[in-house]
Structures are given as C-alpha cells and as structure tokens.
C-alpha cells in the first residue's frame, strides 16, 4: 500500500524525530536524497553532473534550505550552480553558506535568463507549506522553467510537492510549477496521489528520512489521509473460490440497467459483473433479450430488482432513463437488504429526491459519480458546485457527497478517489450543509486514491463496466471501500492493456483506442496480473 499523510501529521513526525536527532540531520538526509535523485536525472539526460547548469528556486524557510543544501552537493560534484533567493531575507542561513562554500552563487533579483539557460531547475519555492498559487515575486520564475522545459527540454525537479500545489488535497489555486519529478521527503502528501496536483508532479520519487517509525505507530500506514493500492494490496483483496464454493457461496449480483433507448448499458454492466467474482449475475429490466443474447450465462428477467429472485448486492441506474420503471428499479434495489450500487440515471433520480432518500437504510450504499453527477447529488444537499470546481476539488466534494448521503463514494475522474461511509454521527444534514467546513482529511478513515486510471477510459459505456464489476465484488463479499477500490484498480489495468495490446503499460501508455467492451474483456488478463505479482 502507499500510504500519504497530511502536512499537520508531517509536521508533528518530523519535531518528533528531530528532537532525537543533532540538529541538521534530517535536513541532510532530504538534501542527499534530493541531489541523488538530480544527479540520476542529469546523468540520464546529458551524460553526468560534472558541467551542467543547475538553477535553484530557493524561498525562505526549510523547503529552500532542503534545495540549497541539495544544490551544495551537486556544485561539488561539479555542476554550475545559481540559487535565485525569491525571499533574500528569509533564505536558509546554512543551505546558502554551504552552496557558496561549495562554489555556487546566488542572486536575490533578475535571474529569469539564468533559469532558461538551466539543465535542471530545482523548484524550492514553498513546499508543503504553501497554501494558494504562487505569489507574484515567484511568478516570472515559474514561467522561465516552464519555458526551460518546453524549448530546451530542461529537467524540472520539485521539493517535495511542487510549488503552488496544495499538499493535502491536490487542489491548485492559481499558478504552479511542473515538475518532471518530485522528490518527496519522507512519506506521500494526498496532493501528489490526487489530480490536478499529480498531473504537475510528474514521477514522484519517495526518498526515505526516517519518518515511518513516527508517522506509522506500529501499524501499516498509521494515520494516513489516503491509501493507494499497489498489486499486492488488490491480490489480498479479490475473491477467490475454494474447494467449497458454489455460483451461489461465491455470491450472485444483480443488475438493474438498460432501458430501450439504452439496451447497451445494461449488456455493458453486465459484461463487468461476470468478470468481478461473483458467482452468477441476475439481471433484471427490459433488455433481458440482448443481454442473454450476448451473455448466455446470465439469469435474466424483465421484471424489477423485487422480482429477480435473491442477490447479495444490487447494481441500480446504468442506462435505466427516467421513467417510471427506472424509479421502480431504483425503489426495490434500495428497499432491499442487500448492499446497492447506484450509478448513471440511478444517481440522477437520487439526487431528485435529495439525502433523505437513504435515510434509514441499513445495508450499505455506494454512489459512483462522475463530476456532472456529483454536481447534482451536491445540488440536492445545498451545495450548488459546477463541475468544473468539482473537478479540481476531488477530495473535498467526495467527501461532502459522502457525509451528506451517509453511503461511501466512488468519484470517477482524472484520479478516482473512494471515501468510505460516515459513521451516522458524522452525517451532514441539509440545513447545516453550507457552512460544513474544508475537508478536514486527517480526521477521516483513509480515502482510497486509485493509481491505474489512463486517459483511454474516457469513453462511453466504461462507467457501465466499472458499475458491474464493483456490484460483483460486493456480492461476493468485500465491503464498498475495497469493492469500489478493487474495481478501479483492475479497471485502469484493463484500460491499459486494452489500448496497449499487451501487458499493463504507463498511466498514458502509447497504444489505440478502446471501446467499453475491450475494457470489459482484458478484465480477466488484469485480474491474473495482479494474482500473478510477487
């Protein structure tokens, strides 16, 4: 699992360690993970260190002492090295001695062309700390490395978070740096697992500087804000059936989907579900025709959810429309005992009815929005967001989605992230919902940050397939998080291996694109990948 905390925790680790510590250490355990992780880069683009330029974007405080200390070591290593002093007055006393000792310099005006004419620009403008875009004195700086990087191919490395980012909820208001990499000093900041904050980190680099035994208290990951699934996460995790199963020990999930203008969706959620665990896929609704034809291994029926016979978990909305028999579908799934996934028109009809309409239920609820869906289940909570705040506010609008409905969250986006349920103590209520605070992330379970998305799901009909395939690990047991979880994590592998055509490639790796039933069918070959991790 990779674990990120937030900056209060951050803070708290670091004075814990320190004060066992002589003074200096953990800084210059930072600044030798950082000049490593430079130099490695250097030596890659152009051969070494020795005779390259290095521009150094140092503000007051610690993050700039971490980059002039950084800068020191690569200066001795030969490197040309200016540090721009964006606070000259508040500039790290011992970082810029030691730059200058080892031959650097620095200068606290001008400095554009300097950073233009770089090989690599250290970005130690503010860290973990800063909170809004840039300030203007760091603008034009900004500017020259992103130019550096665009005419000259110049490497842009980050000090732990890249300037301008926020570090707990990957929120950016206003300017940013972007980086090529970031080296991230002890442990990972929510802001570097969540767009649009990942999308300026570039390759995130965790340097080790002694934090886990203060941030971890024994346990895996200690109070972390976000959680990441790795492989070996998702294998533990993924149903597997033993000598003892049946179709029916192993779990049957039922699908409420499709209507005549969209008999797709419910083939689409359909084809999900038969790749997620379960042992039998029920389907109920108007397409029965079309999904038995595709798939004749489904127990379909044209009835409603109440009518279907008995499931352990229902997936409600994917293509239902608004009539009638989509508010029919919607009323017996969640009248039932079962675990409900809602998704698509099933979200829309939710949001109509407002909050109120889950309260009282007992089995759980997961709500798999996108960012127009979320704008209107926010709406009917008294929260008016457009999708496009929605959008650069992930963290902070599933959250509210979550609290508001009492039922976990699934966002679908750039960055999918999944929130756990409410305790019915932590439950907003409409009245209060406009004055809820920021997303206090350090008081929460640990959001699920889904690390497999790819561009090429941006395409119609993957929602459905994401739909089914939760619904299915729900029913054959997991609990919504690690459903919801699982499911974009094999979801993104399938993606990727869909539009590569063969093993699982980068986050935007190279290939063509993929229809929602290529995803559906590299499922499988996602699923023995992660089985088949060490």
Same mark, same amino acid.
């Given at each position: 699992?990779?674990?990120?905390h937030t900056?209060?925790?951050?803070?708290?680790a670091?004075?814990?360690?320190?004060?066992?510590?002589?003074?200096?250490?953990?800084?210059?355990?930072?600044?030798?993970? !950082?000049?490593?992780t430079?130099a490695?880069?250097?030596?890659?683009?152009?051969?070494?260190?020795y005779?390259?330029?290095v521009?150094?974007?140092?503000?007051?405080?610690?993050?700039?002492?971490?980059a002039?200390?950084?800068?020191?070591r690569?200066?001795?290593?030969g490197?040309?090295?200016?540090?721009?002093?964006?606070a000259?007055?508040?500039?790290?006393?011992?970082?810029?001695?030691?730059?200058?000792?080892?031959?650097?310099?620095?200068v606290?005006?001008?400095?554009?062309?300097?950073v233009?004419?770089?090989?690599?620009?250290?970005?130690?403008?503010?860290?973990?700390?800063?909170?809004?875009?840039?300030?203007?004195?760091?603008l034009?700086y900004?500017?020259?490395?992103q130019?550096?990087?665009?005419?000259?191919?110049a490497l842009?490395?980050?000090?732990?978070l890249?300037?301008?980012?926020d570090a707990?909820?990957?929120?950016?208001?206003g300017?940013a740096?972007?980086?090529?990499?970031?080296?991230?000093l002890?442990t990972?900041k929510?802001?570097l697992?969540?767009?649009?904050?990942?999308?300026y980190?570039g390759?995130?680099r965790?340097?080790?500087i002694?934090?886990?035994?203060?941030?971890g208290?024994g346990?895996?990951g200690?109070?972390?804000?976000?959680?990441a699934?790795?492989?070996?996460?998702a294998?533990?995790?993924?149903p597997?059936?033993?000598?003892?199963s049946?179709k029916y020990?192993?779990g049957?999930?039922? !699908?409420a989907?499709?209507?005549a203008r969209?008999?797709?969706?419910?083939v689409?959620?359909t084809?999900?579900?038969?790749?997620?665990?379960?042992?039998?896929?029920?389907?109920?609704?108007?397409?029965?025709?079309e999904?038995?034809?595709?798939?004749?291994?489904?127990?379909?029926?044209?009835g409603?959810p109440?009518e279907?016979?008995?499931?352990?978990?229902?997936?409600v909305?994917p293509?239902?429309?608004?009539?009638?028999e989509?508010?029919?579908?919607l009323?017996?799934a969640?009248?039932?005992?079962?675990?409900?996934?809602v998704?698509?028109?099933?979200?829309?009809?939710l949001?109509?009815?407002?909050p109120?309409?889950?309260?009282g239920?007992?089995?759980?609820v997961?709500?798999?929005?996108?960012?127009g869906?979320?704008?209107?289940?926010?709406?009917?909570?008294?929260?008016p967001?457009?999708a496009a705040?929605?959008?650069?506010?992930?963290?902070?609008h599933?959250?509210? !989605?979550?609290?508001?409905?009492?039922?976990a969250?699934?966002?679908?986006?750039s960055?999918?992230?999944?929130?756990p349920?409410?305790?019915?103590?932590?439950?907003v209520?409409s009245?209060?919902?406009?004055e809820w605070?920021?997303?206090p992330?350090?008081?929460?379970t640990p959001?699920r940050?889904?690390?497999?998305?790819?561009?090429?799901?941006a395409?119609?009909?993957?929602g459905?397939?994401l739909?089914g395939l939760?619904?299915?690990l729900?029913?054959?047991?997991?609990?919504?998080?690690?459903?919801a979880?699982?499911?974009a994590?094999?979801?993104?592998?399938a993606?990727?291996?869909?539009?590569?055509?063969h093993?699982?490639?980068?986050?935007?790796a190279?290939g063509?694109?993929v229809?929602?039933?290529?995803?559906?069918?590299?499922?499988r070959?996602a699923?023995?990948?992660?089985?088949?991790?060490?």
């Amino acid at each position: 699992m990779r674990y990120a905390h937030t900056v209060e925790r951050v803070r708290a680790a670091e004075a814990a360690l320190m004060a066992r510590l002589p003074e200096g250490t953990l800084m210059q355990r930072a600044a030798a993970g !950082i000049a490593a992780t430079c130099a490695a880069a250097l030596s890659d683009r152009r051969g070494g260190v020795y005779g390259s330029r290095v521009a150094v974007l140092a503000g007051g405080g610690d993050n700039g002492g971490d980059a002039l200390y950084a800068a020191a070591r690569l200066a001795r290593r030969g490197a040309g090295v200016t540090a721009v002093l964006l606070a000259p007055g508040r500039a790290h006393p011992g970082g810029l001695a030691a730059l200058r000792a080892a031959g650097g310099t620095a200068v606290d005006r001008g400095g554009e062309g300097l950073v233009e004419a770089a090989d690599l620009v250290l970005d130690g403008i503010t860290g973990i700390g800063g909170r809004g875009g840039l300030r203007p004195e760091a603008l034009p700086y900004a500017a020259a490395a992103q130019r550096a990087r665009e005419r000259r191919g110049a490497l842009v490395v980050a000090v732990d978070l890249p300037s301008g980012v926020d570090a707990d909820t990957g929120e950016v208001h206003g300017a940013a740096v972007r980086a090529d990499v970031t080296v991230c000093l002890g442990t990972h900041k929510p802001g570097l697992l969540v767009d649009p904050g990942a999308g300026y980190a570039g390759v995130v680099r965790l340097v080790d500087i002694g934090l886990g035994p203060e941030l971890g208290e024994g346990r895996p990951g200690g109070r972390a804000a976000c959680e990441a699934l790795q492989h070996a996460d998702a294998a533990a995790l993924l149903p597997r059936p033993t000598g003892e199963s049946d179709k029916y020990r192993r779990g049957v999930v039922g !699908i409420a989907a499709g209507s005549a203008r969209y008999p797709g969706a419910a083939v689409l959620a359909t084809a999900g579900a038969l790749h997620g665990g379960a042992g039998a896929v029920r389907y109920a609704g108007s397409a029965a025709e079309e999904v038995v034809r595709r798939f004749p291994e489904a127990l379909v029926s044209a009835g409603g959810p109440a009518e279907a016979g008995r499931v352990q978990a229902w997936v409600v909305g994917p293509g239902l429309g608004d009539g009638p028999e989509a508010h029919r579908a919607l009323d017996e799934a969640l009248a039932s005992d079962v675990p409900v996934l809602v998704d698509a028109d099933g979200l829309t009809l939710l949001a109509r009815r407002g909050p109120a309409a889950l309260e009282g239920r007992r089995a759980p609820v997961l709500l798999t929005p996108h960012a127009g869906e979320a704008v209107r289940l926010l709406a009917a909570a008294h929260r008016p967001d457009p999708a496009a705040e929605v959008a650069a506010a992930r963290l902070r609008h599933a959250v509210r !989605i979550a609290e508001a409905y009492g039922a976990a969250v699934l966002l679908k986006g750039s960055t999918t992230v999944v929130v756990p349920a409410p305790a019915e103590s932590a439950r907003v209520h409409s009245a209060e919902y406009r004055e809820w605070p920021v997303f206090p992330v350090a008081a929460r379970t640990p959001v699920r940050v889904n690390p497999t998305g790819t561009p090429w799901l941006a395409t119609a009909g993957s929602g459905d397939v994401l739909s089914g395939l939760a619904g299915s690990l729900l029913a054959s047991g997991l609990d919504p998080v690690d459903a919801a979880s699982c499911a974009a994590y094999l979801h993104g592998l399938a993606a990727r291996t869909a539009a590569a055509g063969h093993a699982p490639g980068g986050r935007d790796a190279a290939g063509a694109p993929v229809s929602a039933l290529d995803v559906a069918a590299a499922l499988r070959a996602a699923w023995r990948s992660v089985r088949s991790a060490p």
